[in-house]
C-alpha cells in the first residue's frame, strides 16, 4: 500500500568525512519530517563518483552515511533509508530529464562552475549533468518537500524548472518540489576562510570539523578558527568568522544570537572558541557512540539497505511507468 502522506526527500554524498556542515545544514533536521511526511533518505554515491574516488573508500563511506543517518535519529522503520546506487530508477529518470534540461541552465549552476575550477582536470559529462540526476533523484518519489543546505538550492530551483517544463507538455506527471532550508544552519562555512562554505571534501583539516573527529580535535580546530579584527563577539557583515562561530554554537546550544551576544560581553575570542568547541563536542558525542555501535553491525546496515532499496523502488517504479507512457515509450 502506498503511503498517502505528503514526500520528504533528500540525499547525502558519500564523498568524504561529513562535516558540522552537512549535520546542521541537513542531516540534524531530517528527523523531524517523519511524522509528517513520508520520508526517503538517500545515501547518493552516483553523485559522488561526479569527482574520482578510491572504490574502497567510497564503498566504505556508503555504510558510514547510512549508519550516520541512523545515529542522527532517522529509524528506518519510519524512514526509507537506501543507497541510490540500489535503485536504477534514479538514473533511467535522469536520462529521460537529460532530455528536458537545457545546456544553458545547467552552465549557470555555480556548483558545477566551483567545482570543475577545483578539479579541472576531470571536467566530465557526470559533473555537469549532476543536477539533472538530483532532480530524478527528487521528482521520482513525488517529492513535496527536500530538505538541503543552502548551497543546494539551486539544485532544487533547476528541479522546479524541469517539472514547469516537463508538466506543460504532460500535464500532471510530477509534483512540484519545494526546497527547505533551515532557519539557522544553512550555509555553515570553512574555519579557515569564513568566506567560503565548509565542505567535505576539502584539504585543510583545519577549515573542518567532521561530525566523527573527537573532542580534542573538535576544540583544536575551533581554537584555531579564523577569527576578524576587533574583540566583539557579535554577528555582523564584517566579522564572518565570529558570525559563523555564533551559528554554530546557537545551532548546538538551541540559544539566540541575542542571547549569546550577552552570554560572551566582554569574553575574549580565545575563552569563545572553546566554548564553541565544547557545545559542539558534547552535543555530537552520543551521536558518535551510536554511530560507532551501528557501524559494528555490517549484517544489520545490510538489511536496512536492502528493505530501504525494495520499498524506493517499488514508489519509484508508479512515477517511471507513468514517465514512460506519457512519453510515447512501448510498455510491454
Ligand atoms: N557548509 C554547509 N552548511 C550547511 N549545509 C551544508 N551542506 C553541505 N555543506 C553545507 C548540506 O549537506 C547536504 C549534503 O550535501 P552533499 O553531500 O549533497 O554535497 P555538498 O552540498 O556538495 O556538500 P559538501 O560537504 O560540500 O560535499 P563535497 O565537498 O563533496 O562537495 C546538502 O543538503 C547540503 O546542502
Given at each position: 500500500m502506498l503511503d498517502q502522506r505528503p514526500v520528504s526527500f533528500s540525499g547525502v554524498q558519500p564523498s568524504g568525512n561529513l562535516t558540522i556542515g552537512n549535520y546542521l545544514g541537513a542531516i540534524k533536521n531530517f528527523p523531524e519530517f517523519s511524522e509528517k511526511y513520508k520520508c526517503f533518505y538517500c545515501v547518493v554515491d552516483?553523485?559522488?563518483?561526479?569527482?574520482?574516488?578510491?572504490?574502497a573508500e567510497l564503498r566504505r563511506r556508503t555504510y558510514e552515511t547510512l549508519a550516520l543517518y541512523i545515529a542522527c535519529g532517522l529509524d528506518p522503520q519510519k524512514n526509507t533509508l537506501y543507497?541510490?546506487?540500489?535503485?536504477?530508477?534514479?538514473?533511467?529518470?535522469?536520462?529521460?530529464l537529460n532530455c528536458f534540461t537545457m545546456f544553458g541552465e545547467l552552465?549557470?549552476?555555480t556548483q558545477f562552475k566551483d567545482k570543475s575550477a577545483r578539479h579541472a582536470d576531470n571536467v566530465n559529462a557526470g559533473l555537469f549533468t549532476y543536477p539533472v540526476l538530483m532532480a530524478a533523484d527528487i521528482l521520482l518519489y513525488q517529492t513535496d518537500v527536500v530538505p538541503i543546505g543552502s548551497d543546494q538550492k539551486q539544485h532544487v530551483e533547476l528541479a522546479r524548472n524541469i517539472v514547469d517544463r516537463f508538466n506543460q507538455l504532460y500535464p500532471d506527471t510530477f509534483t512540484m518540489p519545494e526546497p527547505i532550508v533551515p532557519k539557522a544552519g544553512a550555509r555553515i562555512m570553512s574555519l579557515a576562510e569564513p568566506t567560503k562554505k565548509m565542505s567535505k571534501s576539502d584539504e585543510n583539516e583545519n577549515a573542518v570539523v567532521r561530525i566523527l573527529d573527537d573532542k580534542d580535535a573538535i576544540i583544536r580546530k575551533f581554537k584555531r578558527a579564523v577569527?576578524?579584527?576587533?574583540?566583539?563577539?557579535?554577528?555582523?557583515?564584517?566579522?564572518?568568522?565570529?558570525?559563523n562561530l555564533i551559528t554554530i554554537y546557537?545551532?548546538?546550544?538551541?540559544?539566540?544570537?541575542?542571547?549569546?551576544?550577552?552570554?560572551?560581553?566582554?569574553?575574549?575570542?580565545?575563552?569563545?572558541?572553546?566554548a564553541v568547541g565544547q557545545a559542539c563536542a558534547e552535543r555530537l558525542a552520543p551521536v558518535q557512540e551510536e554511530y560507532r555501535r551501528l557501524l559494528a553491525d555490517k549484517?544489520?546496515?545490510e538489511s536496512v539497505m536492502k528493505n530501504g532499496a525494495d520499498e524506493a523502488a517499488y514508489y519509484a517504479r508508479k512515477t517511471l511507468s507513468k514517465v514512460r507512457r506519457k512519453l510515447g515509450f512501448v510498455n510491454l
Open positions: 552516483q553523485h559522488a563518483i561526479t569527482v574520482r574516488q578510491v572504490p543507497v541510490q546506487s540500489h535503485v536504477p530508477a534514479h538514473t533511467e529518470l535522469a536520462w529521460m552552465s549557470r549552476m577569527t576578524d579584527s576587533g574583540s566583539e563577539i557579535r554577528v555582523a557583515d564584517d566579522k564572518p568568522g565570529v558570525t546557537s545551532c548546538f546550544t538551541g540559544k539566540s544570537v541575542e542571547e549569546i551576544e550577552r552570554e560572551f560581553d566582554g569574553v575574549g575570542y580565545g575563552d569563545f572558541k572553546i549484517a544489520y546496515l
